[in-house]
Structure formats: structure tokens, C-alpha cells
């Protein structure tokens, strides 16, 4: 199983999509090491699941296939809100070509949810949606976390899927808490928007997971964000001083990666953009020159 979220972060101006999943796969025992999150080759969206493994990693490969044959899809002249009625399209085809009885089927499918997402250039907003299981026929729903009071994200957001929802909703409150604070009286709404708190209180639950017996997820966070020009980038996520993981895989000391980097060692989240400090063409020639 799986802990998945997905959220707007509106900061200073700027609007991004953020989505963080756990890395643990399981099987005959757990991997924790395990990619969760799937960036579309078409660049503006993504998707992510809870639930087995079996079922959804290939129809990811099934997804990204067939939306990649499609000039419409493929280019983005679809825009991510006309993408819904193609992704349960796929989704049935692919499970109704699976030879298990009907009742099994539905038995293996009723944990499984899908998590999609991106910026429509329509709406100029970005969208985020949930696949789930009725019987064996999936369906689409706008389905948003309910945080609990006294927090009122200014504009609903947050998307949650898999396993100890009260568990995680807990910790997120411990940390909008600490970061957003408390109402002035009893019985108000404290309002905010969102920034790094629900990778945050991922974090924190996976780093307890083993010792509660959460033994469901696992690993460390993998994260990555979508921007408004219809683009999507993954992130590195360092937990220490010594570790760095990208899309929950444990980096070689060999590895050089470019992409920026989630810190989550200290008790609020940091980027750091390693590209920055390379220094640009004028510089170069300046330094050479002295």
C-alpha cells in the first residue's frame, strides 16, 4: 500500500503542484526503494497510486503508451481535464482483459486508487483527480483531504490516498501548528495556504512508520512538482546529511544528479538548486581573464 498526496503551494506570488509519495513496494517482504510517482511524458501531468503493485504498474506503462500514440494527448492539445474520460478508458480496458472471475477482481481492486493531476491550460488552474474501484469499473471523483479544524486552506487542495489517513491527518496538524499557528479564539478558523507541510508530515510518519507498526508504507518521501507553464521536474529528497534519493531510490556516491534537491532534515523543508552555483558563460570568461 502506499501514502500518496498531492497539493497546491501558492507562495509569494508563484503556484506550483506538489505531489509526495512513500517508497515502500510489498510483496514477499518490502522494498523501499520503489518509484511511486510517474511523471506523463507529455509534461504537465502525473500519476500515482496506493494499492498493488501487480495492477498498477503496468497499466502506468499502458497509460504513458497510449496517450503517447495519440497526437492530441501526446502534444497537449487535450488539455488535462479532457484526460479523464481516456485514463477510464485505459483503466477498464485493461482490467477487463484480466482472466480472474468477477468477484476476484473486485476483491483484489477495492484497495487501489489511482491519483492524477496537472495544470490546465483551459482553466489556467491546476487539476487533480482520484481513480477508485467500484466493483471492477473504475471511476473519477474530485475527492479533497479533509485537514480538520481549526485549518481552512484558503483554497481546497490537498488530495489523499492510501493507507492510516487519521494517522497522517495527525501529523499534519502537529506541523500546521508549529508553522501556521493557532486561532486568536477558541472556535475560529485559522486560514492559510500551503507550502511544504503535508511533504513535511509525510516525513515525519514514515520515520515512526516501523516502530507504530505502520508497516504499510515506507522508505523515504519521493516528491516532485508540476508548474503553470505545463511542466513537471522531479526533485532529490535528502533525509540527512549523508543520504539523497530520487524518486525513492537511494543515489550512488557516483551519481551526480542536477536536479534540485527537498531538503527534509531539518524541521521545515528547503530547496536548494544546484544549477545555481555553476557559474554562467560571462563569469567563466572573467574568472579566466583575472
Given at each position: 500500500?502506499?501514502?500518496?498526496?498531492?497539493?497546491?503551494?501558492?507562495?509569494?506570488?508563484?503556484?506550483?503542484?506538489?505531489?509526495?509519495?512513500?517508497?515502500?513496494?510489498?510483496?514477499?517482504?518490502?522494498?523501499?526503494q520503489a518509484q511511486k510517482?510517474?511523471?506523463?511524458?507529455?509534461?504537465?501531468?502525473?500519476?500515482?497510486?496506493?494499492?498493488?503493485?501487480?495492477?498498477?504498474?503496468?497499466?502506468?506503462?499502458?497509460?504513458?503508451?497510449?496517450?503517447?500514440?495519440?497526437?492530441?494527448?501526446?502534444?497537449?492539445?487535450?488539455?488535462?481535464?479532457?484526460?479523464?474520460?481516456?485514463?477510464?478508458?485505459?483503466?477498464?480496458?485493461?482490467?477487463?482483459?484480466?482472466?480472474?472471475?468477477?468477484?476476484?477482481?473486485?476483491?483484489?481492486?477495492?484497495?487501489?486508487?489511482?491519483?492524477?493531476?496537472?495544470?490546465?491550460?483551459?482553466?489556467?488552474?491546476?487539476?487533480?483527480?482520484?481513480?477508485?474501484?467500484n466493483g471492477i469499473k473504475?471511476?473519477?471523483?474530485?475527492?479533497?483531504?479533509?485537514?480538520?479544524?481549526?485549518?481552512?486552506?484558503?483554497?481546497?487542495?490537498?488530495?489523499?490516498?492510501?493507507?492510516?489517513?487519521?494517522?497522517?491527518?495527525?501529523?499534519?496538524?502537529?506541523?500546521?501548528?508549529?508553522?501556521?499557528?493557532?486561532?486568536?479564539?477558541?472556535?475560529?478558523?485559522?486560514?492559510?495556504?500551503?507550502?511544504?507541510?503535508?511533504?513535511?508530515?509525510?516525513?515525519?510518519?514514515?520515520?515512526?512508520?516501523?516502530?507504530?507498526?505502520?508497516?504499510?508504507?515506507?522508505?523515504?518521501?519521493?516528491?516532485?512538482?508540476?508548474?503553470?507553464?505545463?511542466?513537471?521536474?522531479?526533485?532529490?529528497?535528502?533525509?540527512?546529511?549523508?543520504?539523497?534519493?530520487?524518486?525513492?531510490?537511494?543515489?550512488?556516491?557516483?551519481?551526480?544528479?542536477?536536479?534540485?534537491?527537498?531538503?527534509?532534515?531539518?524541521?521545515?523543508?528547503?530547496?536548494?538548486?544546484?544549477?545555481?552555483?555553476?557559474?554562467?558563460?560571462?563569469?567563466?570568461?572573467?574568472?579566466?581573464?583575472?
Amino acid at each position: 500500500m502506499t501514502i500518496s498526496v498531492a497539493w497546491v503551494r501558492r507562495n509569494k506570488g508563484t503556484v506550483e503542484l506538489l505531489v509526495a509519495s512513500d517508497s515502500r513496494l510489498r510483496s514477499r517482504g518490502a522494498i523501499d526503494q520503489a518509484q511511486k510517482i510517474f511523471p506523463l511524458l507529455r509534461g504537465d501531468c502525473f500519476l500515482s497510486f496506493a494499492g498493488d503493485s501487480q495492477i498498477s504498474y503496468p497499466l502506468f506503462i499502458q497509460i504513458g503508451s497510449t496517450l503517447n500514440n495519440h497526437l492530441k494527448t501526446r502534444t497537449r492539445a487535450k488539455d488535462v481535464t479532457e484526460l479523464t474520460d481516456q485514463l477510464t478508458d485505459i483503466i477498464n480496458a485493461y482490467i477487463s482483459s484480466w482472466d480472474l472471475p468477477k468477484a476476484q477482481k473486485s476483491d483484489e481492486l477495492k484497495d487501489t486508487t489511482l491519483l492524477f493531476g496537472g495544470w490546465s491550460w483551459r482553466n489556467h488552474r491546476f487539476y487533480i483527480r482520484t481513480f477508485r474501484f467500484n466493483g471492477i469499473k473504475a471511476e473519477c471523483a474530485s475527492t479533497p483531504f479533509r485537514i480538520g479544524h481549526p485549518w481552512h486552506e484558503r483554497v481546497r487542495s490537498l488530495a489523499f490516498v492510501g493507507d492510516y489517513e487519521n494517522e497522517y491527518r495527525d501529523g499534519l496538524a502537529e506541523i500546521l501548528a508549529r508553522s501556521v499557528g493557532m486561532p486568536e479564539r477558541r472556535g475560529e478558523k485559522q486560514t492559510f495556504d500551503f507550502d511544504y507541510q503535508p511533504v513535511e508530515a509525510l516525513n515525519i510518519l514514515l520515520k515512526s512508520a516501523n516502530a507504530r507498526g505502520l508497516t504499510s508504507i515506507g522508505g523515504v518521501p519521493q516528491f516532485i512538482k508540476v508548474y503553470p507553464y505545463g511542466s513537471s521536474l522531479p526533485f532529490v529528497t535528502r533525509i540527512d546529511a549523508k543520504s539523497s534519493y530520487l524518486f525513492g531510490r537511494k543515489l550512488f556516491e557516483w551519481e551526480k544528479s542536477e536536479f534540485p534537491i527537498l531538503d527534509l532534515s531539518k524541521p521545515s523543508a528547503r530547496t536548494f538548486y544546484p544549477l545555481a552555483h555553476v557559474p554562467l558563460p560571462g563569469d567563466v570568461t572573467k574568472a579566466r581573464g583575472s
